[in-house]
């Protein structure tokens, strides 16, 4: 597609269940990114993959979180057993470039997720 | 850890006026430097990137300047328009990452008609 694509848009989520969102990168795009933002603030980095390689997970705020991207395209963002902390907009950003490059970012329209 | 500042948080001028929005940072070995735009429940677009080697960018009616050594760069607006209303958000690249960026939490600009 034209742009990133992130499904659902909206995700409401009962404390203590699973949720799993989806990013659909650029066609080609090597880096994919997963980014928390909570409400009023900037996003925070979450996990990135190269290819279907995940190379930084250091952001994920805890075991309760997977990511994956098993054939270096589509990634999913999982969220087990949901709290209301976790309760932010989601966001996926995609990268022609694979390590240090130039190349810039594009970002979805991302999932907002409210656990209740 | 590599923190970003945004001042103000929010500001609210008159169409045509020009506008600086700030942004500094705490470690200066940073890779890049972008400036965002972000539209409520939207995601962000790019609107000027700055290498590390770099002093501004230009686009359009948008200027991007950096000075690495103290920290900090600017966002310049020329003639504002109520189009221009959303949150513009800084980000820095920080060298030897896997180019994760560090964000500020936005300034908030509205273009008064």
């Known amino acids: 597609g034209a742009g990133v694509s992130q499904s659902p848009r909206y995700k409401v989520a009962k404390r203590g269940q699973d949720v799993a969102l989806r990013c659909d990168p650029i066609?080609?795009?090597?880096?994919l990114f997963w980014y928390q933002q909570a409400l009023g603030q900037g996003p925070e980095f979450l996990t990135y993959?190269?290819?279907?390689?995940?190379?930084?997970k250091s952001g994920l705020p805890s075991d309760r979180f997977f990511a994956e991207r098993p054939e270096g395209s589509v990634s999913t963002l999982k969220i087990q057993r949901t709290q209301q902390e976790d309760s932010a907009v989601y966001l996926c950003?995609?990268?022609?470039?694979?390590?240090?490059?130039?190349?810039?970012?594009?970002f979805g329209s991302g999932t907002r997720l409210t656990v209740v | 850890k590599q923190e970003v500042t945004q001042i103000p948080a929010a500001l609210s001028v008159p169409e045509g006026e020009n506008l600086v929005l700030n942004c500094s940072f705490t470690?200066?070995?940073?890779?890049?430097l972008q400036w965002f735009r972000q539209d409520p429940g939207k995601g962000l677009t790019s609107l000027l990137l700055?290498?590390?080697?770099?002093r501004e960018q230009t686009s359009g009616r948008l200027n991007a300047s950096l000075d690495k050594s103290s920290g900090r760069s600017t966002l310049y607006i020329a003639a504002s328009q109520p189009g221009d209303s959303a949150t513009y958000l800084c980000?820095?690249?920080?060298?030897?990452?896997?180019?994760?960026?560090?964000f500020g939490s936005g300034t908030q600009l509205t273009v008064l008609p």
């Open positions: 950003a995609s990268s022609l470039g694979g390590a240090i490059t130039n190349y810039g970012y594009t």
């Open positions: 066609s080609g795009h090597v880096s």
């Open positions: 993959f190269q290819n279907e390689a995940q190379l930084d």
């Open positions: 470690d200066s070995a940073i890779y890049n």
């Open positions: 700055i290498q590390s080697s770099q």
């Open positions: 980000a820095v690249s920080v060298s030897g990452s896997a180019r994760q960026l560090t």
